[in-house]
């Protein structure tokens, strides 16, 4: 038996490992959640019972499913509430006392809160705009209301209600409604608020069909007369000239819908990005001529003096041969993890190099993604046997080798793909702060840094990364002055084709993905601005000797997709304040 004195020089020897475990401990905790983790759960839980629980069921396949549809009034004012109730309760958290990591996320929250809360109510003040073009829709939304317990009503009673909705229906026409006094977006409305209502009916008509015979024997008939009436009243609202002309305009048949100055401005402080449109497009001329100065160089050792053009040419006839494609993306992807591992840059997982995918894409979607795309899995953009030739050229020279060697990384390791596998594994919960200044700005960060670090070796291969780096500085160029209202879809397309050096077809597609593929006025800024906004972040940590290569990549992705000044925020273990602001201004016009 030991003696006390021996027991206790026991214990004081091993109580500075367990103190060292437990410190080491706490941050593999805050690797999955903080003191905010639990509340920003239950709210994104509460927001979806709210939206399932007044939103249509309607059966797809054998079973009803939650149909997503416009909101109706009272779905609108319940999300409102539960907004404004989360917002009052987080004013009673004790702020001060949270980590680096809850203090993030409480401010994340915040700013998601007042997001939704100014969209519900811009929403509600545009449907104003449009409450005389459909009166009809509050008895709609009453006989709604009640299927959602079940409720036997009085069928002959409802069976004249839907008939006199229908016959009010009946009375607009494309005289009485004055169609000239909408703009595009209450056009827009309205068919959301159309579309939306016969879902509704739809969900009732679903639910006592067959079930209760009395309510076949009166409303199946006036349920089909009114669907009829608001399929018949939709048409007066049919948006033209939506689809490409046979013989192009100068716009390409392109149609967009510029946001503006204000709006841009709005939108640029809810992606915590603290500078003008103006200013962003000054850093992407600026970044523009950085390549332009690479393109010369590497046109000149290519034998082809100042004229980088035919030089491009030269590259882009290097492309492989049709079935072939495939093949070269597993040997540009395996050249990128050797460089980064031989550069000792990141460890990146052995299961997600072993379970990236691959699929071709489709003809129809090469028509407004002409380069591949990537996530989970690469998808192949190259020709297919319904192009025409002209099309299968442009397709693959604008696929070649040296083009796709600055992006296959892009979409699959470290990018998207590794952003997929570590995403679902570190803080999911804050997959409702998702960005694409972190989206893209990841994969974007990747192409500056290998560039930087000599991955393109031959004058060939940097004018492929190049290709790239220009053409994410012309995205911010295009797409802020198109919505600033200064240039046209066709100039757009003519910018990219004279100053990047497009093929004319995959121009098109790209000015056309990004004003008509759904995505946001910022998402083609998001590209280069993330990536210099990480690569500021780098310059602070890395080369300024307070983390390595390995643990700066690892922390990042384990903060999940959020803005990157509140990753700044995180990484730095920056002191902030409940009122916090965005204020990085993380790029220097002077160096």
Same mark, same amino acid.
């Given at each position: 038996?030991?003696?006390?004195?021996?027991?206790?020089?026991?214990?004081?020897?091993?109580?500075?490992?367990?103190?060292?475990?437990q410190?080491?401990?706490?941050?593999?905790?805050?690797?999955q959640?903080? %003191?905010?983790?639990t509340?920003?759960?239950?709210?994104?839980?509460?927001?979806?019972?709210?939206?399932d629980?007044?939103?249509?069921?309607?059966i797809?396949?054998?079973?009803?499913e939650?149909?997503?549809?416009?909101?109706?009034?009272?779905?609108?004012?319940?999300?409102?509430?539960?907004?404004?109730?989360?917002?009052?309760g987080m004013?009673?958290?004790?702020?001060?006392?949270?980590?680096?990591? &809850?203090?993030?996320?409480?401010?994340?929250?915040?700013?998601?809160?007042?997001?939704?809360?100014?969209?519900?109510?811009?929403?509600?003040?545009?449907?104003?705009?449009?409450?005389?073009y459909?009166?009809?829709?509050?008895?709609?939304?009453?006989?709604?209301?009640?299927?959602?317990?079940?409720?036997?009503?009085?069928w002959?009673a409802?069976?004249?209600?839907?008939?006199?909705?229908?016959?009010?229906?009946?009375?607009?026409?494309?005289?009485?409604?004055?169609?000239?006094?909408?703009?595009?977006?209450?056009?827009?409305?309205?068919?959301?608020?159309?579309?939306?209502?016969?879902?509704?009916?739809?969900?009732?008509? %679903?639910?006592?069909? &067959?079930?209760?015979?009395?309510?076949?024997w009166?409303?199946?008939?006036?349920? &089909?007369?009114?669907?009829?009436a608001?399929?018949?009243?939709?048409?007066?609202?049919?948006?033209?000239?939506t689809?490409a002309?046979?013989q192009?305009d100068?716009?390409?048949?392109?149609?967009?819908?510029?946001?503006g100055?204000?709006?841009?401005?709005?939108?640029?402080?809810?992606?915590?990005i603290?500078?003008?449109?103006? %200013?962003?497009?000054?850093?992407?001329?600026k970044?523009f001529?950085?390549?332009d100065?690479?393109?010369?160089?590497?046109?000149?050792?290519m034998?082809?003096?100042?004229d980088?053009?035919?030089?491009?040419?030269?590259?882009?006839e290097?492309?492989v041969?049709?079935?072939?494609q495939?093949?070269?993306?597993?040997?540009?992807?395996?050249?990128?993890?050797?460089?980064?591992?031989?550069?000792?840059?990141?460890?990146?997982?052995?299961?997600?190099?072993?379970t990236?995918?691959?699929?071709?894409?489709?003809a129809?979607?090469?028509?407004?993604?002409?380069?591949?795309?990537?996530?989970?899995?690469?998808?192949?953009?190259y020709?297919?046997?319904?192009?025409?030739?002209?099309?299968?050229?442009m397709?693959?020279?604008?696929?070649?080798?040296y083009f796709?060697?600055?992006?296959?990384?892009?979409?699959?390791?470290?990018?998207?793909?590794?952003?997929?596998?570590?995403n679902?594994?570190y803080?999911?919960?804050?997959?409702?702060?998702?960005?694409?200044?972190?989206?893209?700005?990841?994969?974007?960060?990747?192409?500056?840094?290998?560039?930087d670090? &000599?991955?393109a070796k031959?004058?060939?291969?940097?004018?492929?990364?190049?290709f790239?780096?220009?053409?994410?500085?012309?995205?911010?160029?295009f797409?802020?002055?198109y919505?600033?209202?200064?240039?046209?879809?066709?100039?757009c397309?003519?910018?990219?084709?004279?100053?990047?050096?497009?093929?004319?077809?995959?121009?098109?597609?790209?000015?056309?993905r990004?004003?008509?593929?759904?995505?946001?006025?910022?998402?083609?800024?998001?590209?280069?601005?993330?990536?210099?906004?990480?690569?500021?972040?780098?310059? %602070?940590?890395?080369?300024?000797?307070?983390m390595?290569?390995?643990?700066?990549?690892?922390?990042?992705?384990?903060?999940?997709?959020?803005?990157?000044e509140?990753?700044?925020?995180?990484?730095?273990?920056?002191?902030?304040?409940?009122?916090?602001?965005?204020?990085?201004?993380?790029?220097n016009?002077?160096?």
């Amino acid at each position: 038996m030991k003696k006390p004195y021996q027991l206790l020089f026991i214990i004081m020897c091993l109580l500075p490992s367990a103190i060292f475990s437990q410190e080491k401990a706490v941050p593999s905790l805050y690797e999955q959640t903080s %003191e905010m983790g639990t509340t920003i759960i239950t709210y994104q839980r509460d927001l979806r019972a709210i939206q399932d629980f007044y939103s249509p069921y309607v059966i797809e396949g054998t079973y009803p499913e939650v149909a997503r549809v416009y909101y109706s009034p009272e779905q609108r004012s319940r999300l409102l509430a539960i907004q404004k109730e989360y917002l009052k309760g987080m004013e009673q958290m004790n702020f001060d006392a949270f980590s680096i990591y &809850g203090k993030v996320d409480y401010l994340l929250l915040k700013k998601e809160i007042k997001k939704e809360i100014a969209q519900l109510e811009k929403t509600e003040s545009n449907e104003k705009a449009i409450l005389k073009y459909i009166p009809f829709a509050t008895g709609i939304y009453a006989i709604e209301k009640e299927r959602r317990r079940g409720k036997a009503m009085d069928w002959p009673a409802v069976a004249a209600k839907l008939n006199a909705i229908a016959k009010e229906v009946g009375t607009f026409n494309a005289t009485s409604i004055n169609k000239a006094a909408l703009n595009k977006a209450n056009i827009r409305n309205i068919n959301e608020v159309i579309y939306g209502l016969k879902t509704r009916l739809r969900g009732v008509y %679903e639910f006592y069909k &067959g079930y209760d015979p009395l309510f076949d024997w009166w409303v199946s008939k006036p349920y &089909g007369n009114l669907v009829q009436a608001l399929d018949n009243y939709a048409s007066l609202f049919a948006e033209k000239g939506t689809e490409a002309p046979a013989q192009k305009d100068s716009n390409y048949g392109i149609k967009g819908n510029p946001i503006g100055q204000a709006e841009l401005l709005t939108q640029l402080q809810a992606e915590m990005i603290p500078y003008t449109p103006e %200013e962003l497009v000054k850093i992407a001329e600026k970044e523009f001529a950085f390549c332009d100065q690479e393109l010369l160089k590497a046109s000149a050792e290519m034998g082809f003096g100042k004229d980088w053009k035919k030089a491009q040419e030269k590259v882009k006839e290097s492309f492989v041969a049709p079935g072939k494609q495939p093949e070269l993306i597993v040997q540009l992807q395996d050249d990128a993890l050797d460089f980064i591992k031989k550069q000792d840059l990141m460890n990146i997982p052995e299961l997600a190099k072993e379970t990236w995918g691959m699929v071709m894409m489709s003809a129809e979607r090469q028509l407004v993604n002409p380069f591949f795309t990537g996530g989970r899995e690469i998808s192949i953009s190259y020709p297919t046997t319904s192009m025409t030739e002209g099309d299968k050229l442009m397709s693959m020279r604008g696929n070649n080798p040296y083009f796709s060697r600055g992006t296959v990384q892009h979409e699959l390791l470290p990018g998207h793909h590794l952003q997929y596998y570590m995403n679902s594994r570190y803080k999911n919960y804050r997959e409702l702060f998702t960005t694409p200044f972190g989206i893209e700005g990841w994969t974007l960060y990747w192409e500056l840094l290998l560039y930087d670090k &000599g991955f393109a070796k031959s004058p060939e291969e940097r004018i492929g990364m190049l290709f790239w780096r220009m053409h994410r500085c012309a995205r911010i160029i295009f797409s802020l002055n198109y919505h600033l209202g200064k240039w046209t879809p066709g100039q757009c397309v003519d910018f990219l084709v004279d100053r990047v050096g497009h093929e004319p077809a995959n121009a098109e597609g790209e000015v056309r993905r990004s004003f008509e593929g759904g995505y946001s006025p910022l998402y083609q800024v998001a590209y280069m601005i993330g990536g210099l906004q990480l690569m500021a972040l780098k310059h %602070e940590l890395v080369d300024g000797g307070k983390m390595s290569y390995n643990e700066f990549h690892t922390r990042v992705m384990k903060e999940n997709l959020i803005p990157m000044e509140m990753l700044r925020a995180t990484l730095t273990g920056q002191s902030l304040k409940r009122d916090f602001t965005s204020q990085w201004k993380f790029y220097n016009f002077n160096k």
